[in-house]
């Protein structure tokens, strides 16, 4: 099995010190812009239009991307490997490994790209041998 995780020094952070919620955002990473690739409503091809958020909070960590037409989406960060959940709403983000250690996460009509690490899982009880 091969696992996951959005690495944590990628996002953008738009403010620093808590906020009403708990949660906290974080300086910016200085090598990255805070842009990501996406192609929203169904649109085939990406563009670098996307903000991209993190939050880190008494629940985990909170991943917010931003659309050019102000609205948002926010994922909750795993810790089983699989890296992005949707953090509200009805559809559920769907992840896939794509080329360049980067993952394209869908949900709905809307995809983002993301860098991604991987490593492999140990292996699990049932894998272990008699």
């Known amino acids: 099995m091969i696992r996951c995780a959005i690495p944590l020094g990628f996002v953008l952070l738009a403010a620093c010190g808590p906020s ?3 949660l ?4 910016k990473d200085v090598t990255d812009p805070g842009m990501i690739e996406c192609a929203l409503d169904a649109v085939a091809d990406f563009t670098r239009d996307c903000t991209i958020q993190r939050f880190v909070g ?3 960590i909170t991943v917010v ?3 050019a037409d102000s609205g948002f989406r926010r ?3 795993t810790d089983d490997g699989s890296g992005l959940v949707t953090a509200d709403g009805a559809e559920r983000a769907r992840v896939t490994i794509i080329e360049g250690n980067r993952v394209e996460v869908r949900v709905g009509d ?3 790209r993301l860098p991604a690490r991987f490593t492999a899982a ?3 009880e049932s894998d ?3």
């Open 24 to 27: 906290v955002a974080h300086d």
């Open 65 to 67: 991307i931003g659309r």
């Open 110 to 112: 809307d995809r983002y």
């Open 75 to 77: 994922f909750e960060l």
């Open 58 to 60: 008494r629940a985990g």
């Open 20 to 22: 009403s919620d708990g």
């Open 122 to 124: 140990p292996p699990s």
């Open 128 to 130: 272990a041998a008699p």
